[in-house]
């Protein structure tokens, strides 16, 4: 554990930056109130008042921490002031469209290696695809499904599905054209079939790639629903938390949601990260 | 009728394709993967007509070709404002800071341990997240916007020229010290060129980022023009060919500004053997 030291280092200094700024950005408000009401402040007033701002253009770190526990911890999870709940909302479609679009992409991915016909076709345009800034329309996909009369989780887990699709699809793909002649050769000279080669050969080595791919993938769905939220008329979900929040100047209110996506997006990054130890261990792949 | 006249396009494209694809030269493949792509068009076209589906839901290729010639000056506008003056400045600003915070970390192992592991948590969480407080603080107009970018490829940059400034090996390293280089010239001669296949690595996926971030900024507030904003109002007025013609439009920037990018690439890092192949 040699990084623990450096890491917290790199933390405690972020901090120190943070309340700096914290400082610095919400000085101007404070001296303009204490202008207004014609009062000197002193230094150390002037910084205490910047840290305790009920709208600061920079919140400190402290109050983020109360936003997020008050958020957290302080309401009943119904409510719809809780970030449980809103984190829940998110969470839900986002999973849901993981699933549809991993699932999509490993099955194309084994039609692609299996269809040179289908490699030829697909993969130049899947990997165009990388480059077109597809989460820019995302808004415009939940508008046009809701002018359809379709509203609720599915719009959302379309564009988490779509944005995962790509990095599983190229990853898998990559992965299941791991096994080299020789061991091709292998399992040919063993007669095996092409059912065999698939299940005993190119799947076992495709996983250290599909998981690596999983994990970008399920990063980029959260990414996806989050601004898939952010349409008006959205009510729930980390992505209208962060609109209203902006609508409102309730600065504290867009940090904590940030931090409560951000503690997603590294839950569900470990999640994975987790069931790809314990997999690679039991196939004897890296422990 | 329909339905089977739509199937019958379909089989016939494929079937060609297959039939192309048994012949595996330079021309064929290239051939296959137009086929596809235009079949999908003309497949998109037909459903459209044959079933009516309203220009509100989805409109036809040919529609959003029609929308595109028509509003060219609009679309070139919008080009500008987020393309040339977001993206393209906020990457190139966020590209150069992280390149030299790379170059100032390198010299301490310390700092290096301690900045990875966070840089790498940072790249992989929702930074769009941001742009509702930066487009607060630096106003609606572009700047707010290259901001965002700043922030959403500085990470992603960082973590890849860190690794590769680090991918020298213990050999290479030696030789430098015999010939008795000093820092800067070893920096220089030795490890900044050792670095390129991974810096442009990472500037090659923050190219797409780059085009969301000045984007998405947009939904939270822009001057009357831009391609975030024209996307928002267009849907709101549904006039939904121009919102497609701006998407075509980041599509075509998108892909040029990675072409871009791969092409410096080739040229700057010819010697490495990911380029090498190619040319031969």
Redesign the interface.
Known sequence: MSRTLPVLTVVAAILLVWYLGAIGMNAQWARDQAARAETQLTTSALIADTLTQDRPVLPAPHQVAAGLWDGIAGQKITSKRSLIYHAWVTLSATLAGFGIGSLAGILLAVGIVHSRAMDQSVMPWAVASQTVPILAIAPMVIVVFASAGVTGLLPKAIIAAWLSFFPVLVGMVKGLRTPDGMQLDLMKSWSASGPQVFWRLRLPSSLPYLFASLKIGVAAALVGTIVGELPAGATAGLGARLLSGSYYGQTVQIWSALFTAAALAALLVMLIDLIQRLVLKRMGLGG | MKAVLIIGVWLAA?AL??W???R?TRL??FL??A???ATILILWEMIVRLYQVPS??LPAPSQIAASFGSNLGILWTDFVQTILKGALTGWVLGALAATLTAIAVDRSP??????L??GN?VA???I???A??L???FGFDWHSKAAVVVVMVFFPILVNMVAGLAATDAMQRDLMATWAAPYRASLWKMRLPAAMPFLFNGLKIT??LA??GA??AE??GSPTKG??FR??TA?GR?D?PL?WAE?CV??IA??L???IVALIEKKVTFWHPSQRNQRG
């Open positions: 494929w394709n297959i192309l694809s048994r595996d064929t493949r296959v993967a086929i596809f792509g509100v839901i310390f700092l290096q341990r301690g900045l592991p966070i948590f992989a969480l929702p769009v997240g941001l509702p407080i487009v607060m603080w190219t797409t085009l969301i984007i998405v939904f939270f391609m975030g996307i928002s849907v549904l939904l919102v998407i980041a599509a998108g892909s500004f990675y072409g």
